[in-house]
């Protein structure tokens, strides 16, 4: 028996060597995640919030942290007039909070409002704007306040309380405000120069560039994921790259001329789509490495988009030229297709890679799988030319222009 027991542990233990050995052999898959995986980057003079600025984040990446609507179930529906005239459009709506969000409903002939509501279709209050059109989409400090430019030529910080911190006037009209990690304040002034500003609103430097940068209702500056180098389009010069210190890191040129907020992806690439180019070897969706040489060209493209595109969790990424095309993190095409027609509303979309946007021709609001099936459409009242936010809770919020202003929150 003792001899049994004997020769039963030997063989255990060839056995044990035998797999300890064959282990060393087995090759583990390194660790991290696959090529092209876009990380969240945080932004610390931010407020912690879904949506604290338009498109999302100061890499204008237009993706949620959260899941969008997935039914699409209207949860209310405002009418908001104000006795205003039919000209009237809503800013794109930005969050303060998961409960709390923001927006600007511009009067053109009066005077506008900026408005604080919950999630849940009350209105907080709304501050009296004496100017009649505001051009900067809102943004939302850490600190809660609530930072945007007037065609007035001042820039505002307002409370979350509703009460105004201070106002700054300029003899120019900004475009509508960036902020970097540290709280400096950046936007492009009809005069072309770009300028930056402490947390209060004072002055810190202004650039004048050869050509001068566009600025603009719909497009804004756009950071690296480290928050040192911010980049601006050009009117002839295609993209400048320009440290927060205010002097310039790199130009890009190809011959054109950049309507949208460029796209800045996690490992620091940008995507541009300028428009006017004569050089056919040149033109096309392009994605630049971080020290501005070429990483690709999508030739099968026309410049002609003026909405901002969007890029998922899995380095996709999404744009309109009438029709939305998708290219992988390479630039490969992966589909084309869904008429958006000449609508400026920006593309959205959720942590699951599904896509949100407004389409002008019909007037609905649709939710588009990552390989372009659509999932649903629902008609709206009206057309919306910025950037819709998507909430903790899974909900979609805009306004939309048409004979009359509606308020929708879909979930």
């Known amino acids: 028996m003792k001899k049994l027991i004997t020769i039963i542990g030997a063989l255990l233990i060839a056995l044990t060597l035998v797999n300890f050995q064959c282990n060393d052999n087995i090759v583990e898959p390194p660790p991290g995640n696959p090529p092209g995986y876009q990380e969240d980057?945080?932004?610390?003079?931010?407020?912690?919030?879904?949506?604290?600025?338009?498109?999302?984040?100061?890499?204008?990446?237009?993706?949620?942290?959260?899941?969008?609507?997935?039914?699409?179930?209207?949860q209310w529906r405002i009418e908001l007039n104000d006795d205003a005239p039919l000209t009237d459009s809503f800013s794109s709506i930005v969050m303060g909070d998961d409960t709390t969000f923001y927006f600007i409903k511009y009067h053109e002939a009066d005077s506008s409002y900026l408005y604080s509501m919950s999630v849940d279709g009350q209105v907080n209050w709304k501050l009296l704007i004496p100017v009649d059109k505001t051009t900067g989409n809102p943004l939302v400090s850490n600190g809660g306040s609530i930072l945007f430019t007037a065609w007035d030529g001042y820039i505002y910080s307002v409370k979350k309380t509703g009460n105004l911190n201070w106002k700054k006037f300029y003899p120019v009209i900004f475009s509508q405000l960036s902020i970097d990690k540290n709280g400096k304040l950046y936007a492009v002034a009809n005069d072309k120069k770009l300028y930056s500003f402490n947390q209060s609103g004072d002055l810190l430097w202004e650039l004048n560039v050869e050509g001068g940068l566009i600025g603009g209702i719909i497009s804004k500056i756009s950071f690296s994921p480290d928050g040192k180098t911010l980049y601006a389009a050009g009117y002839e010069k295609t993209l400048f790259a320009i440290n927060t210190d205010g002097t310039i890191k790199w130009v890009f040129d190809n011959g054109g001329e950049v309507h949208h907020t460029p796209l800045i992806d996690s490992e620091g690439h940008i995507y541009i789509n300028a428009q006017n180019i004569t050089d056919t070897l040149k033109r096309g969706f392009t994605s630049l490495n971080e020290d501005g040489t070429v990483k690709y060209i999508y030739k099968n493209s026309t410049g002609n988009m003026w909405n901002s595109p969007t890029l998922d969790k899995e380095g996709n990424i999404y744009f309109s030229e009438g029709l939305i095309t998708s290219l992988d993190y390479d630039g490969n095409?992966?589909?084309?297709?869904?008429?958006?027609?000449?609508?400026?509303?920006?593309?959205?979309?959720?942590?699951?890679?599904f896509l949100y946007f407004i389409a002008e021709p019909d007037y609905k609001l649709y939710r588009v799988d990552n390989m372009g099936n659509v999932v649903w459409s629902i008609p709206v009242e009206g057309y919306y030319e910025r950037s819709p936010a998507i909430t903790k809770d899974g909900s979609l919020i805009f306004g939309v222009d048409g004979t009359k202003k509606y308020l929708y929150k879909f979930k």
Do not use: E, V
Request: proline share 11%.
């Open 333 to 353: 095409f992966r589909w084309s297709g869904l008429n958006t027609g000449q609508s400026h509303s920006s593309l959205i979309c959720d942590i699951s890679g």
């Open 41 to 74: 980057i945080p932004w610390p003079s931010l407020a912690d919030s879904p949506w604290p600025m338009s498109h999302a984040d100061p890499q204008s990446t237009g993706r949620s942290k959260y899941k969008g609507p997935i039914l699409g179930n209207l």
